[in-house]
Structures are given as C-alpha cells and as structure tokens.
C-alpha cells in the first residue's frame, strides 16, 4: 500500500471516529444537564423528557432511510449534510430562549445526526475492501467514537458548572466545524448504484406513529390517562403502526423488511436489543437528576458520580464480541441481561442517605451487564440473514435500540410523575423507575436464555460487504460491529 492511500485512509478514519464521536457525546452529555435546564427553562420532568426523545426519537426513525440515502445521493455529500445540520442545530439548542425552542433544536440535532452516523461507517466500509482491514477500522471506529459516551457526563457536568447548559451545545461547533473543513479535503465520494429506493411512506409512518405513542406516555401523567387528547394519541398511534405493517409488507423496497422477523435469531437479537434501549437510556436519564435532587450533590460531581455505568460499558465492549465467540451468543447476553437488570434492581434501593461507596458499584453493574450484551445483539442479528443484508440488519439493530431509548425516557419518566401525583415523592418515584427497569431487563434476560435454547442454525453465510466477519452458531456469535 502507497503512502498516500495509507494517510488518506488514515484522515478519512479519523474523520469518520470524530464524526460518530460528536452524535455518542451528545447523547450522554445532555444528561448532566437536565438538572440545570429545569432550573433555569422552568420545565416540568415532561419538557425534560421531551428534551431528550425529540433527538432519539428522530434518530431512531431516520437512521435506515439515511443509510439508504448516503448510498443513493453520495456517502459525502450526506455525511457532510448531517454535519452541517447537526451543526446548525446545536446553536439553535445554545441560543433556545425556551423548552419549545430547544425541542426543536434538538429534532433538527437528530435529523442531522440520522444522516451523519449511517454515512460515516458507509465511508469507511467503502474505504477498506479487505475484510480483515475493515474489522480493525471498524473496531477503531467504534472503540474511539465510544470515548463519547464515557466523556459525557464529565463533559457536560463540566460545561455545566463553569457556564451553564448552552455550552453543552456550543461545545458541537468548533468540531463541525473541523469536520466540514476537514471532510470536504480528505473524504472521497461513493455511492452504491443498486441502492434501493427511499421509502417515503415507511419513514413518515413511522415517525407519526411511535411519535404518536411517544407523546401519549409523555403527556398523560400530566394531561390525565384518560383525557380525550391522551386516548386519542394511543389510537392514532395503534392505526398509524398498523398502517406500517400493512405499507411495509406491500412495498417492494421497505426500510423495515418484516419478513425478517420470521427469522427467529434476528427476532430475538432486536426484542433483546429492544429492551436495553429501555433499560439503558430510561435509566440513565435520571442517573444525575438523583444525585442532584436527592443526594444534593451539585451538577460536576453528579457528572463525576454518573461515570462507573458509562466507563465499565466502553471498557467491557471491546471484549463482548470475543467473550460471545468463545462461550455462546446466547450465555454472554443472558448473562449481560442478568447482570444489568440486578444492577438497576439494586439502584432502586438507594436513598438521600446512601453513601457513593454503596452506589457506584450499582452504576458498574449496570455498565457491564449493557456492555456485555450490544455488540453481541448487533452480531447475532447480522448473522442471522443474508450476506448482501447484513448492513441492513446492523441498522435496523441500531433502529431497535434507539426506538426501545424512546419508549424507556417515556415510560420510566411516567411511572416517576405517577408515584409523585400519587403523594410519593421523587426519591420514591425513581426507586420504582429503576426497579420496574431491572424487572424488565431480568424478564428479557429469561426469555432471550429460553428461546434460543432451540435456535436452529442457519446455512453459514459470508461476511457481509458492510459489516465485519460473524461466525454462524447462534450459540457463538461474534459480534464486532458496533451497534
């Protein structure tokens, strides 16, 4: 290999890595300003949670559409797009005089960051046609862009502190910026001509629908369960989906193939995958709002105190996929699902009095459990369909957890404002939260154990062309590709 295409590949990796980067941060790093934006926005916990699903439920719905979109229109051109978009955006978040302002920043924030992601790994896979080449990218890309997650919350509690929750969003501007300069020199245009084409109906559909149910679990603890608007909401939302199925199953070309889901590897991995959005993001959506409303700790230590759950998910996942490949797909994630749902348990016993020496070790728990379990899922969904699908199916894993992030921020953030309408208080209504997360979490760990129990292997496919290498037993499924 020449120099040149050594170094070029080396920009465009480093690139990419910052790119995906700059979307993981910005999912942890809004967390340790929650408490800050209730101060000074003078929101309720729903502006809250509005705050933080108007950005995943966005990414969730667009991200196979702007895959498909960076393969029809150029990898480039939309990466740069969702740059420029994401960019944008986050001003318009730093500048919002009100919680309707900074929603709307931040759908314009998930827009930007459902084009970006999927065009970023598209670049890259594009890049490396040696599959063993495009393992270790990957890898890197993952490994470094998931550094993200564990700097959020110091980031944010941080920024927070010295300058108050603007500066989480104006923190995204000098890197679009380098990323636009940057990208516009180094990143080389590529398209796949037989990309299918883009489902308009599918994508509309899905977002009025799950938007719709969104809406309903967000509003109805304020609003009234059985308030006409609420009630309404739900039916919509049950029409909408089944009009889904019924646009999905009658389109040539769906962003959602159903007839995946007969495939009983590719079912379970997205149910799992599924539950640890919920799990995951529901509860961590609250991590600093604890330690701010009931330990009274101020917003930089809570951001400090957040780290064991973050941290042990970024030291742990890089091992996942080995762990999956030596024991068992099926071991590794029950045994991660296990692990997660007795950490949030034991986090619903914590109270104002709780010493941190008894707390981080909770937030640990939970940490490894999740890191044990994505790329694993991510993997099994992946080996579980053709070889010319397997980029599909890693997006659509990736769908599954942002979608399972949306309902936990609403159904966590309900049973939460219902324990505090009912005369409980917040301490209590997180209490219930994380324990009705880790009842979810072991109940999903059972059934992912059971079911696979008597998973038939498929015939063993290649590698896919977008996605690194899996073995073929659904009891040892590798799981390198970041989910």
């Known amino acids: 290999m020449s120099v040149d295409i050594r170094s070029n590949r080396v920009a465009l990796l480093t690139v990419t890595c910052l790119g995906q980067f700059m979307v993981l941060l910005d999912s942890t790093i809004v967390g340790a300003a929650l408490p800050d934006m209730q101060q000074r926005l003078h929101t309720e916990l729903t502006g809250l949670q509005w705050i933080v699903d108007a950005y995943v439920l966005l990414v969730a719905m667009l991200l196979l559409t702007g895959g498909v979109f960076a393969d029809r229109f150029g990898r480039k051109r939309v990466f740069l797009a969702g740059v420029v978009v994401f960019t944008l955006a986050s001003v318009l978040c730093s500048v919002a ?7 709307a920043g931040r759908v314009l924030q998930g827009i930007g960051a459902a084009a970006l992601s999927p065009a970023s790994l598209a670049l890259l896979a594009s890049a490396y046609a040696v599959p063993q080449e495009r393992v270790k990218a990957i890898g890197l890309w993952a490994g470094f862009s998931g550094i993200g997650l564990a700097a959020g919350p110091l980031a944010g509690g941080i920024l927070v502190d010295a300058f108050s929750w603007p500066a989480i969003f104006l923190v ?28 308009i109906p599918g994508t509309v559909l899905s977002v009025l629908g799950v938007g719709a149910l969104t809406f309903g679990l967000i509003e109805g603890g304020a609003r009234g369960w059985t308030s006409p608007l609420i009630l309404g909401s739900f039916a919509a939302a049950v029409v909408i989906l089944a009009g889904f199925v019924v646009v999905e199953n009658r389109n040539a070309a769906p962003m959602l193939p159903l007839r995946l889901f007969k495939l009983r590897l590719f079912t379970v991995a997205n149910s799992a995958m599924i539950v640890v959005g919920f799990a995951l993001m529901g509860s961590a959506f609250f991590f600093s709002q604890f330690f701010v409303y009931v330990q009274g700790s101020s917003v930089l230590r809570a951001g400090l105190q957040t780290l064991p759950a973050s941290l042990a998910m ?3 996942s890089p091992y996942a996929g080995r762990l999956a490949a030596k024991y068992g797909f099926r071991i590794v994630v029950t045994v991660g699902l296990a692990l997660a749902g007795l950490g949030l348990l034991v986090l619903g016993f914590v109270h104002a009095d709780t010493g941190y020496g008894n707390v981080w070790w909770r937030l640990a728990i939970v940490g490894v459990g999740f890191g044990l379990t994505m790329s694993p899922l991510t993997g099994a969904a992946i080996q579980s369909v053709s070889p010319q699908e397997g980029g599909l199916a890693s997006g659509i894993s990736s769908t599954t957890r942002q979608v ?19 005369g409980g208080s917040f301490e209590s209504g997180l209490n219930a939260a994380f324990v009705a997360a880790g009842a979810v979490t072991l109940l999903s760990a059972v059934f992912t154990g059971l079911w696979l129990v008597k998973a038939t292997p498929a015939a063993a496919p290649q590698p896919p062309a977008a996605a690194p290498p899996v073995s073929v037993d659904p009891e040892k499924t590798t799981a390198a590709t970041p989910s």
Not at 177 to 186: D, E, I, N, S
Not at 410 to 417: D, E, Q, T, Y
Request: hydrophobic share 60%; charged share 10%.
């Open 404 to 422: 399972g992030a949306v309902l936990g921020v609403a159904v966590l953030g309900a049973i939460v404002r219902g324990r505090e309408s009912g």
């Open 314 to 316: 970024v030291v742990v």
């Open 172 to 199: 995204n501007v000098p890197i679009g910026a380098v990323l636009l300069v940057a990208g516009l020199r180094v990143l080389a245009e590529s398209r796949n001509p037989a990309a299918p084409a883009i489902d």
């Open 97 to 103: 005089p009100s919680v309707g302002w900074l929603i």
